[in-house]
């Protein structure tokens, strides 16, 4: 069981929107700005899309972005491309003992 | 440019050790923390520990304490992750991976840079 909860599995149409979550405890998401989301597509390594739960680092679409409020962070895809279609994780700082956290990810399906 | 090459596929028999390489380039290899991450097979990633490359200092992820050691040798930019006493749950696929610290607090920030992977398989 991860420590960070997704929900298993989204879906979106071509041009639309969708947000995905990443609820936390206070040990991690909820004391720490220090969120980042990958993305990671069959058989490749993760791509960091979003960190600092709302910066994207260079290169990465301004079609991803990253919110945080409390326990929860999320990211949202805007204008979905078949490209998106991938798993994405969530990741969280979580104290100088635990370190870090990830999420169980999330499969994004473009329909 | 800036990457992470890592070694190649192991298969291994339960109770044996295995050890990972990954060599940095294009980037100051002392100026940041090398984690090791690994993802079974349809499972979230799950952090190992990390070495800061400059001092050799470790810090491990509480599961693999015991269990897991972690060098480098930065006369060639190398990284190393080595597991003893293999079992089939240690199957899945081993990332070096790259993490980079919070301006402000030297807290970890995230992962910016990912080697290939390498996949490790025990089985009898």
């Known amino acids: 069981q991860s420590a960070l909860t997704q929900p298993a599995s989204v879906s979106g149409s071509p041009g639309q929107s969708i947000t995905i979550s990443c609820t936390g405890t206070s040990s991690d998401v909820g004391s720490y700005y220090l969120v980042s989301w990958y993305q990671q597509h069959p058989g490749r390594a993760p791509k960091l899309i979003i960190y600092e739960a709302t910066k994207r680092p260079s290169g990465v679409s301004n079609r991803f972005s990253g919110s945080k409020s409390g326990k929860v962070a999320s990211l949202t895809i805007s204008g979905l491309q078949a490209a998106d279609e991938a798993d994405y994780y969530c990741?969280?700082?979580?104290?100088?003992?635990?370190?870090?956290?990830f999420g169980g990810g999330t499969k994004l399906t473009v329909v | 440019q800036e990457q992470l090459v890592q070694s190649g596929a192991e298969v291994k028999k339960p109770g044996a050790s295995v050890r990972l390489s990954c060599k940095a380039s294009?980037?100051?290899?002392?100026?940041?923390?090398m984690f090791w991450v690994r993802q079974a097979p349809g499972q979230g990633p799950e952090w190992m520990g990390r070495?800061?490359?400059?001092?050799?200092?470790?810090h491990f992820a509480q599961k693999f304490q015991g269990r897991v050691t972690m060098t480098r040798d930065t006369s060639i930019r190398t990284a190393y992750m080595e597991l003893g006493r293999l079992t089939s749950d240690d199957s899945g696929v081993y990332y070096c991976a790259r993490g980079t610290r919070d301006s402000v607090t030297g807290y970890f920030d995230a992962f910016d840079l990912w080697g290939q992977g390498t996949l490790v398989t025990v089985s009898s």
């Open positions: 070495i800061n490359p400059n001092t050799g200092d470790t």
């Open positions: 294009g980037y100051t290899f002392n100026g940041y923390y």
């Open positions: 990741c969280s700082y979580a104290g100088s003992r635990t370190l870090v956290v």
